[in-house]
């Protein structure tokens, strides 16, 4: 399809720099097919959902993975920006990185920030490799949970783009940009549908007879990255480690099979699920990457409803939710989001979604 399909104008004061509080006090537009568009607040969720569905949260905690630095031993020591991206073992991450042409493979970034102890006092990689899109694979002096503590001391919470162009991140936001239920550390960015959740709604829930269940997906910076191709079947999403286990599945598939539906809580859960998920239906364990690219015509096969948040024009998170509800049905939402002061993105308000081909 052509990646054109997916774009649309959004004001510049739709996009939310803060979460609201209390998180579950954030707006929510019901999106049910063949009906009217809802404007509902989070807090409405257990009243919208049914007795035995389940909701699918993704656990994954935000590492501290924006690191400022310096390349050093060679010339002028420029600043250098690290994103780290994807871990590849004990010692190495990939990482993008600004301005990449000022490395070389062999050349030392230190990072650390004057008056910040860092074990030594800073921390130190070598660029082992560099690729061709910004993305160098960076060899540090440490290793393992030692490694673990010192990125956590010098870095900083990677806020997207359109939040960290604005303002620079700040204690509140190590805070705000972790979800209640955030307790594996991976991700880059934050499965942000589950930042609306509270204890209390938690427990309204249950009382409802609603479940919660708790996968991981250690979600990437390409979540942020609109999609340059013109066509979408030109665009690669980058690979996302994820993990369900045997007894979430199990569960899972129980409930399902006696009526109830599979709530997921973002689309990294959603896009967790179905990866995993066998053709007819049932959710398998999985412990593996996953860079599934959902678009519309992809037959869905585990979640029947996606809360979300409002996504980027041409973004391949826009294209899920196109695929989930039809490209002119989320067309129509998002112009009513917008028109109807809706915040956006990762901060910004909710949405919940009924999948076009399923009786709500």
Known sequence: MRTELFDFDL?????ALRPVSPRDAARMLVVRPGAPLEDRIVRDLPALLAPGDQLVVNDTRVIAAQLTGRRIGRGLEPKIEATLIKRLDGARWQALVKPAKKLLPGD?????????????????????????????????SFHG???DQAIAEVGATPLPPYIASKRAPDAQDIADYQTMFASNEGAVAAPT????????????????GVGLHRITLHVGAGTFLPVKAEDTSEHRMHAEWGTISSGTAEALNAARAAGGRIVAVGTTS??????AARDDGRIAPFA???SIFITPGYRFRAVDVL?????LPRSTLFMLVSAFCGLDTMQA?????????YRFYSYGDASLLFRNDITP
């Open 307 to 311: 809360m979300t948040n409002f996504h």
């Open 108 to 140: 030392v970034v230190r990072f650390g920030h004057d008056g910040r102890v860092c074990l030594l006092g800073h921390l130190d990689a070598t660029v082992e490799a560099k690729g061709d899109a910004g993305e160098v694979t960076l060899v540090f």
């Open 11 to 15: 004001p510049a004061e739709n996009i």
């Open 193 to 208: 549908a589950g930042l609306h959740f509270t204890a209390e709604l938690e427990t309204a829930l249950a009382a409802c």
């Open 333 to 341: 939402a998002y112009a009513h989001a917008i028109r109807t002061g």
């Open 288 to 290: 593996d990457e996953t």
């Open 270 to 275: 959603l896009r967790l699920l179905e990866s």
């Open 145 to 147: 949970p030692v490694l």
